[in-house]
């Protein structure tokens, strides 16, 4: 088979383009911020592009971490570094409007301040660190009564007013609000650990307060397990519930009065709270105009999906293109930050070629035969193939994978994949039955 596929081998050209050393980083959050800093500091040019008006992102909710740091003094030290960094040139109020080039060579349009004016930005690399946003649930009075509130809300407000904690006689909070069903099927993996912390810090102003949480299933992994137990020592009450009979709340005269099943006792518990807290996680930013500009994948939450979860957890599909932070999933800072220090590593990797070598295992098309029929616009997962002004598919070697789908849904038998082609693959069968004969 294989000589005879041999026969009619052609030879295959690879071919090389320039590289563009500068990095466009897409958010500024504490995720973008870092690995724009982390770029920067390795002497490469960095465009740091928010969509808002200042830095930050969804850290600046926050006041500390589980391991009890003081997240608003590193942030503004972070800030202050990214912001003054010679080699970081910093756009806010941006917003991409357009995407096209290729690894090592794209070429980004934007739309700046607030006048909108537009501006292209040349780049060899593109990193997402588009981040995330607070979910707010429709549940459990919340925004309806000023004693409930969410984890975010609470860990300000411990923070700001730790003397309020001092009149708190019973605090409950409730896991899972608004995720993990069907209209949001995903885990926020950082609700467990804001309310182990919460809780902490409620037992440790005021101990004589009752905290109780409820569960549906509680995940303090790693090494924040010791966080779980520190909680059940200090006297925070942990109780499951069950999706079919979750926890009621109600409001009487301004107080509230929390209704669960202790599965332990098999009774109806009331609580009468001076405080009840929702762990409600976080939802991705609206990635999806995005992901259609820059022809990307996402997962069905709306985060954007990397190349391989294990061999290549920061890569996007398409070579050049890396993702981080809580754009890629839900994270605590700490991951977060980590995931931003391995996408720019995995860019300087890709930017230390002086030239890209193209792979020589690209579709091309035979536009005598194209009808323009779309089935390989469809059909390509990569949205490579596209229709020219000729009116024919034409596919950019330099961004195919070389995958074959195309090809092989093309009714016209237009589009071959180098080395793959239909007459070389004809004969390995031919030369099999042959044997087999």
Same mark, same amino acid.
């Given at each position: 088979?294989?000589?005879?596929?041999?026969?009619?081998?052609?030879?295959?050209?690879?071919?090389?383009?320039?590289?563009?050393?500068? &990095?466009?980083?897409?958010?500024?959050?504490?995720?973008?911020?870092?690995?724009?800093?982390?770029?920067?500091?390795?002497?490469?040019?960095?465009?740091?592009?928010?969509?808002?008006?200042?830095?930050?992102?969804?850290?600046?909710?926050?006041?500390?971490?589980?391991?009890?740091?003081?997240?608003?003094?590193?942030?503004?030290?972070?800030?202050?570094?990214?912001?003054?960094?010679?080699? &970081?040139?910093?756009?806010?109020?941006?917003?991409?409007?357009?995407?096209?080039?290729?690894?090592?060579?794209?070429?980004?349009?934007?739309?700046?301040?607030?006048?909108?004016?537009?501006?292209?930005?040349?780049?060899?690399?593109?990193?997402?660190?588009?981040?995330?946003?607070?979910?707010?649930?429709?549940?459990?009075?919340?925004?309806?009564?000023?004693?409930?509130?969410?984890?975010?809300?609470?860990?300000?407000?411990?923070?700001?007013?730790?003397?309020?904690?001092?009149?708190?006689?019973?605090?409950?909070?409730?896991?899972?609000?608004?995720?993990?069903?069907?209209?949001?099927?995903?885990?926020?993996?950082?609700?467990?650990?804001?309310?182990?912390?919460?809780?902490?810090?409620?037992?440790?102003?005021?101990?004589?307060?009752?905290?109780?949480?409820?569960?549906?299933?509680?995940?303090?992994?790693?090494?924040?397990?010791?966080?779980?137990?520190?909680?059940?020592?200090?006297?925070?009450?942990?109780?499951?519930?069950?999706?079919?009979?979750?926890?009621?709340?109600?409001?009487?005269?301004?107080?509230?009065?929390?209704?669960?099943?202790?599965?332990? &006792?098999?009774?109806?518990?009331?609580?009468?709270?001076?405080?009840?807290?929702?762990?409600?996680?976080?939802?991705?930013?609206?990635?999806?105009?995005?992901?259609?500009?820059?022809?990307?994948?996402?997962?069905?939450?709306?985060?954007?999906?990397?190349?391989?979860?294990?061999?290549?957890?920061?890569?996007?599909?398409?070579?050049?293109?890396?993702?981080?932070?809580?754009?890629?999933?839900?994270?605590?800072?700490?991951?977060?930050?980590?995931?931003?220090?391995?996408?720019?590593?995995?860019?300087?990797?890709?930017?230390?070629?002086?030239?890209?070598?193209?792979?020589?295992?690209?579709?091309?098309?035979?536009?005598?035969?194209?009808?323009?029929?779309?089935?390989?616009?469809?059909?390509?997962?990569?949205?490579?193939?596209?229709?020219?002004?000729?009116?024919?598919?034409?596919?950019?070697?330099?961004?195919?994978?070389?995958?074959?789908?195309?090809?092989?849904?093309?009714?016209?038998?237009?589009?071959?994949?180098?080395?793959?082609?239909?007459?070389?693959?004809?004969?390995?069968?031919?030369?099999?039955?042959?044997?087999?004969?």
């Amino acid at each position: 088979m294989a000589v005879a596929g041999v026969a009619l081998a052609r030879p295959l050209t690879e071919h090389t383009l320039p590289m563009n050393k500068s &990095i466009l980083v897409v958010g500024g959050g504490v995720t973008g911020m870092n690995a724009a800093l982390a770029l920067a500091d390795r002497v490469f040019r960095v465009h740091l592009v928010e969509k808002g008006a200042r830095l930050g992102g969804l850290s600046v909710e926050l006041r500390r971490t589980l391991e009890g740091d003081d997240v608003q003094a590193y942030l503004l030290d972070l800030i202050d570094r990214t912001a003054h960094h010679p080699r &970081i040139q910093l756009l806010t109020r941006a917003v991409i409007v357009d995407h096209s080039g290729m690894p090592g060579l794209f070429r980004t349009g934007l739309q700046v301040g607030p006048q909108m004016f537009y501006r292209q930005i040349t780049h060899g690399v593109t990193i997402l660190a588009t981040g995330a946003l607070p979910h707010r649930p429709r549940e459990y009075l919340l925004d309806e009564h000023p004693a409930v509130m969410t984890q975010l809300d609470l860990d300000r407000a411990i923070d700001d007013r730790p003397e309020k904690l001092k009149n708190w006689e019973k605090v409950v909070m409730i896991q899972c609000v608004g995720s993990r069903n069907e209209q949001n099927p995903n885990c926020s993996r950082v609700c467990c650990q804001a309310a182990v912390k919460n809780s902490i810090h409620i037992k440790k102003l005021n101990p004589e307060a009752q905290v109780y949480v409820l569960y549906r299933d509680l995940r303090t992994y790693g090494l924040m397990e010791e966080y779980y137990q520190e909680a059940r020592r200090l006297g925070v009450i942990f109780t499951r519930f069950d999706t079919e009979a979750p926890p009621q709340v109600a409001a009487d005269n301004g107080r509230l009065t929390v209704t669960f099943r202790d599965p332990i &006792i098999g009774r109806d518990l009331e609580v009468d709270a001076d405080l009840v807290a929702l762990s409600a996680g976080m939802v991705p930013t609206d990635t999806e105009e995005l992901a259609s500009l820059v022809k990307l994948a996402r997962t069905p939450e709306g985060y954007f999906m990397e190349a391989h979860v294990k061999l290549r957890p920061v890569d996007m599909a398409t070579e050049g293109l890396f993702v981080c932070g809580t754009a890629h999933s839900p994270q605590l800072l700490n991951e977060s930050i980590s995931q931003a220090c391995a996408a720019a590593a995995r860019a300087i990797t890709f930017l230390s070629q002086s030239r890209l070598t193209l792979s020589a295992v690209t579709a091309r098309v035979e536009s005598d035969l194209c009808a323009a029929c779309l089935i390989c616009v469809r059909a390509c997962p990569y949205g490579v193939p596209r229709i020219n002004a000729e009116g024919v598919s034409e596919i950019d070697e330099a961004l195919c994978h070389g995958c074959g789908i195309c090809a092989a849904e093309c009714p016209a038998k237009a589009i071959q994949l180098n080395w793959y082609e239909d007459d070389q693959l004809l004969c390995k069968i031919d030369a099999l039955m042959e044997a087999v004969a």
